[in-house]
């Protein structure tokens, strides 16, 4: 075969230059598509809940925390989100806390630190008054060796005020180099070179303290391409020394023999290693994992284990999983799973995929979708706000009407906020508090007020009312049954900051 000659590749060029020059001016004048935006799933929940869509806008979004002011934040890879509802419409104002992350998965509050579990480290900010303070420091330093299957750092303070990172395995199936991987490393402060708690998990995303008997639980996903059926992912009980299998053994106990361990020394028996405590379906993929702390629900719901069901494709016979699972417990141990949210699975198609799942200050469910980028609320309807739920406690709306921030003065600066509230007839809120100042002008029929306990006053429209920092807001309701009600609420923050307001529950 001859090259081209000159000419001829000259005379190729020349006549394709036209081509591509009318497909430059195309690019460059036609208007581009727009972006179709991303829509919610159409979840079920069981009878006796209510779900929503508190956030969106959040593509990424992993595991969250609830801040000490009782603001939900969620770690989304690049950046640490706090998601406040401002103005009390059961919809979320996302703001940016934390940019440029090296993959933010997890969140963990204590001693006025905001704890965010990174690939190579766990990074620790200063925080006051529901803001950041400073700039993120190392707290320890986490093994981050590329290429790596598993990214994720998963963090909690244990009862023991102790540090706990989930580190998962670098690859399928392999024999560690770094002993960290596969593990649950347990740290006792800033600095501490740590120490494995348990090991032999391939990728345990989420655990958590049963506050009924303060043993500790972690979800483990199983290798893959062993079948589609098999192994199953687990639920483990963890205790303190104890190796899980990974990678010698899946199953209940049984000896791995694929080709990636063909010749290694293996350390363990399989009595030496603990089987799995309940079983999953295989690669259903658990991540967030909590027991509900909250007591919005039911009784019957109450210090159950929850799992958000991340999905899996890596079944010949289809995906399975996209769901969160309620784990019934007995005298101590899972006894039983449930679907207790579905909607993102339809045959093969998924509409967003569960990643993190925690309870709210407010008592609801709350559930990241990393995929599709929204936060869902799940909230039992008969007890909203740990009352009982009506028409009118649901007919409350709010919006923000104004959100400035102020130039300096004297040194100073000033954020200002001013929502519009209305109450259908007989309308209500829970008791909540703010973090800043805050002064109330009725435009129209009447409110009920109070604070701190006191009476509460009828407060008409032309009148205002205010409170000030510390002071729960008890009462605020239409004091009509029959004529809606509005007003302005106008926040005054120092620092620039928002205000944010937290949830007060009922005392029992």
């Known amino acids: 075969m001859t090259s081209a000659s000159p000419f001829a590749r000259v005379l190729a060029i020349a006549t394709a230059l036209p081509l591509v020059a009318a497909s430059f001016a195309s690019a460059q004048t036609a208007p581009a598509a727009p972006a179709v935006p991303d829509q919610p799933a159409k979840l079920t929940v069981p009878a006796g809940f209510t779900v929503s869509v508190f956030a969106s806008g959040l593509r990424g979004a992993r595991l969250m925390a609830v801040s000490p002011e009782g603001t939900l934040v969620v770690a989304k890879r690049a950046e640490v989100v706090a998601l406040p509802d401002l103005n009390h419409d059961g919809v979320a104002e996302p703001r940016v806390l934390l940019k440029d992350m090296a993959y933010a998965h997890s969140l963990a509050f204590r001693d006025g630190y905001l704890y965010i579990g990174t690939t190579p480290a766990v990074l620790r900010v200063k925080w006051e008054?529901?803001?950041?303070?400073?700039?993120?420091?190392?707290?320890?330093?986490?093994?981050?060796?590329?290429?790596a299957l598993h990214t994720s750092r998963s963090i909690a303070f244990g009862p023991d005020g102790r540090l706990y990172v989930a580190i998962g395995s670098s690859c399928n199936v392999c024999v560690e180099e770094d002993p960290r991987?596969?593990?649950?490393?347990?740290?006792?402060?800033?600095?501490?070179?740590?120490?494995?708690?348990?090991a032999g998990l391939h990728n345990a995303v989420g655990f958590d303290w049963d506050p009924a008997t303060g043993r500790m639980w972690a979800g483990d996903t199983g290798q893959e391409q062993l079948g589609d059926d098999y192994p199953p992912d687990e639920i483990n009980l963890l205790e303190d020394g104890k190796h899980y299998g990974f990678p010698y053994f899946h199953g209940k106990s049984t000896a791995s023999t694929v080709p990636e361990l063909?010749?290694?020394?293996?350390?363990?028996?399989?009595?030496?290693?603990?089987?799995?405590?309940?079983?999953?379906p295989a690669h259903a993929s658990p991540m967030g994992l909590t027991f509900y702390r909250g007591t919005a629900f039911p009784e019957a719901y109450r210090g159950s284990m929850f799992i958000a069901i991340h999905g899996s494709s890596q079944r010949a016979a289809g995906k399975i999983?996209?769901?969160?699972?309620?784990?019934?417990?007995?005298?101590g141990r899972p006894a039983a799973s449930e679907d207790f949210v579905t909607g993102w699975l339809s045959g093969d198609t998924f509409s967003g995929r569960p990643a993190g799942v925690v309870?709210?200050?407010?008592?609801?469910?709350?559930?990241?979708?990393?995929?599709?980028?929204?936060?869902?609320?799940?909230?039992?309807?008969?007890?909203?706000?740990?009352?009982?739920?009506?028409?009118?406690?649901?007919?409350?709306?709010s919006r923000v009407v104004i959100a400035q921030a102020l130039p300096k003065m004297s040194g100073d600066s000033l954020m200002t906020s001013v929502s519009e509230v209305r109450y259908a007839p007989g309308?209500?809120?829970?008791?909540?508090?703010?973090?800043?100042?805050?002064?109330?002008?009725?435009?129209?029929?009447?409110?009920?007020w109070a604070v701190n306990g006191q009476a509460p006053r009828i407060i008409k429209a032309g009148e205002s009312f205010y409170e000030t920092l510390g002071d729960v807001h008890s009462t605020s309701a239409n004091a009509s049954a029959t004529e809606p009600a509005r007003f302005l609420a106008i926040f005054?923050?120092?620092?620039?900051?928002?205000?944010?307001t937290t949830p007060v529950p009922p005392k029992p």
């Open 129 to 147: 008054r529901g803001e950041i303070a400073g700039t993120p420091e190392p707290y320890v330093t986490l093994p981050s060796s590329t290429p």
């Open 181 to 198: 991987r596969t593990t649950i490393q347990v740290f006792d402060g800033p600095g501490s070179a740590g120490r494995t708690f348990v």
């Open 262 to 280: 063909e010749g290694a020394k293996r350390p363990l028996t399989a009595a030496q290693v603990v089987a799995p405590a309940f079983e999953l």
């Open 321 to 331: 999983g996209y769901s969160v699972v309620r784990v019934t417990m007995k005298d």
């Open 359 to 397: 309870t709210g200050a407010d008592g609801a469910l709350y559930i990241s979708d990393d995929n599709k980028g929204f936060v869902y609320r799940v909230a039992a309807a008969a007890h909203e706000h740990g009352q009982a739920a009506s028409a009118a406690a649901t007919a409350t709306t």
């Open 427 to 448: 309308g209500v809120s829970g008791p909540h508090q703010h973090s800043c100042p805050v002064v109330g002008y009725v435009l129209e029929g009447a409110v009920r």
């Open 492 to 500: 005054t923050c120092d620092g620039g900051k928002s205000p944010v």
